[in-house]
């Protein structure tokens, strides 16, 4: 697999029926190693050990209703008493994040109103604070610690597509 701007960690991987799988920690169990997933697995691992994420606050694949249709975020991160805090979007390494990206996050956003939507392509990480009262948002500069994502000290960027 790819080298990733990330940490590396000691993944769990097994060949299953001739397929390489790798341990979701979250979901507990072994799933497909696909470059995305490759991505998933490495960006918790970040989020938990580097960020101070905890684990029983993140899920993975959380399917939601959007329209009617049946969607799935694929990660969570809920705050304290269980609400939503962060949709985090997980591309390839070799898809290039763009406006589209970021609609399709957005898109998630609408049911669940976040705070903060991450988008990772593994080279490549962003994060977007959410102000529904002026109707805005705006690019930190890093992913925040899990204990800052409440708080007000956060640099803001402005990334280029």
């Keep these: 697999m790819l080298d990733l701007n990330l940490p590396p960690f000691e993944i769990n991987i097994k060949k299953t029926d001739g397929k390489l799988t790798v341990f979701d920690r979250l979901r507990r169990k072994f799933v497909a190693l696909t470059p995305e997933e490759w991505v998933r697995q490495r960006f918790v691992n970040y989020l938990i050990t580097e960020k101070g994420y905890p684990q029983a606050l993140m899920a993975n694949e959380v399917q939601i209703s959007l329209n009617s249709r049946k ?91």
């Design 71 to 161: 969607r799935r975020c694929d990660s969570i991160v809920y705050d304290k008493t269980l609400l939503p805090l962060v949709i985090v979007e997980y591309k390839s390494p070799d898809v290039e994040i763009t406006q589209a990206v970021f609609d399709q996050i957005a898109r998630y956003n609408i049911v669940l109103k976040v705070k903060y939507l991450f988008v990772s392509n593994g080279l490549s990480h962003y994060c977007c604070l959410m102000d529904y009262e002026a109707q805005t948002f705006c690019y930190l500069a890093a992913i925040p610690m899990y204990n800052d994502l409440l708080g007000n000290s956060l640099n803001f960027i402005h990334p280029n597509f």
